[in-house]
């Protein structure tokens, strides 16, 4: 694994389907509204590959995983 990664969220774009949350609750947790967020943008060790599947199953393509140095 080389670097960290962290969560981009375009937060307009989230319509609460919490198809990321079901995948990797770890990482992305929902309001009370339905709505996605992260306590904290940096993705946790070895949840790396888990939290881009939950990002990538996102219908509305509201989360990036990045290089943390971005
Ligand atoms: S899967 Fe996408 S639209 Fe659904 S809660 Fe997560 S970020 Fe929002």
Do not use: H, W
């Not at 990797?24 to 599947?53: M, Q, R, S």
């Amino acid at each position: 694994m080389s670097g960290r990664l962290k969560v981009v969220i375009d937060l307009p774009a989230c319509c609460g389907y919490g198809i990321c949350a079901e995948i990797c609750p770890e990482v992305y947790k929902l309001d009370e509204n339905g709505i996605v967020f992260v306590d904290d943008v940096i993705v946790p060790e070895g949840l790396e590959a888990t939290a881009k599947e939950g990002a990538d199953a996102c219908p509305q393509n509201a989360l990036k995983i990045v290089p943390a140095g971005e």
